[in-house]
């Protein structure tokens, strides 16, 4: 075996074919398997070629701890450059103070923007995970859990929406040191005028864990927290269609804080090849095309909601603004586990979540994922009906599985 490996292009699967089959079998299989089922995980999408180029670049092999013009490690002065772009395009884009782009996951974001503004022990206002709160919103298998006392506000049980009242109330009685505004299976745009009142009330941080909307954010498709928020906190990966990871945006009274919260306090080296990927995606973000791309997102996930309230399963809070809907598949006769067995059986993947009613388990999808293939209304209706057909019939597994399978092909998120 060679001792030094040339580079025969970002991409190519070819040289760790010939180096390691059978990884590469393992590529080409996942390839297949995102290609020919429906991605309805509400929390995936498709990046571009150039973002996966920039994943697999020589950037990966680069030491870079600090933050640019200020590293703990040499040889630094191209990736600093990669890093400041990244940062002022995330600025620019969302019309923010301050950019930290070194969080490697949204849950690390979350992590250091509580080390910024938090004590251990402190008392931190979230969503409570029941009614859609992340597992860093106070879970006891968690860290938030473990090291602050979380209290948790809610969504009404008949309208699904969330309980403003109750979330003032608990402020007032709890004087929580933050709160937290975010939610992995919230489908309505969230007031942030609203919870921004309630923390100057009590004179907490306002936190707001963006993850999932803040590609819609970018796109002009859904109201943005940076106004409100003192942290926001998001994921790249999401709608907004980047390379796996976090970032940080805050005013530049917390900059300082924030960048110490990441790095030394929570992290170590940067992940510069997916910084790197995160300026790409970032750019992308900010062209007319991605914008006309977000608003179908949203259109595509009504056309969604509809459909399947007109087969019979209607959607938590009876609509959607965003790229996700939650449903309880319970009137087609399946429960939220049994659902998820025969859609995955039929093509189409998706995950199961908690609903406000306690012990059911519902079902949540999202079209970021389909409308980066290039499907729009009319095809988003049609999963909704294949969908069903699934659930109310397991022996029509099959059926649905070749028109998924037809619908895949038509719509290739890697086109070659
Ligand atoms: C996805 C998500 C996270 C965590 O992101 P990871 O990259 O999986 O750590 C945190 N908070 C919310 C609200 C999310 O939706």
Redesign the pocket.
Known sequence: MPVTHALEGPLSVDVLGRQDPELAEILLGELERQSTTLQLIA?ENFTSPAVLAALGSPLANKYAEGYPGARHHGGCEIVDVAERIAVERAKALFGADHANVQSH????A?LAAYAALLRPGDTVLAMGLPHGG?L?HGSPANFSGRWFDFVGYGVDPESGLIDYEQMRALARTHRPKAIVC???SYPRHIDYAAFREVADEVGAYLIA?A??PMGLVAGGAAPSPVPYADVV?A?T??VLRGP?G?MLLCGSELAERVDRAVFPFTQGGAQMHTIAAKAVAFGEAATPAFTAYAHQVVANARVLAQSLAAEGLPVTTGGTDTHLLTVDPAPLGVDGRTARGRLAAAGMVLDTCALPHPDVRGLRLGTAAVTTQGMGEAELARIAVLFATALRDESAGRHVREEVRDLTGRFPPYPG
């Open positions: 929390a996951s949204g849950s690390s979350v992340h860093t975010g939610s992995i864990d993850a999932h906190c994921t990966h999401k796996r976090g």
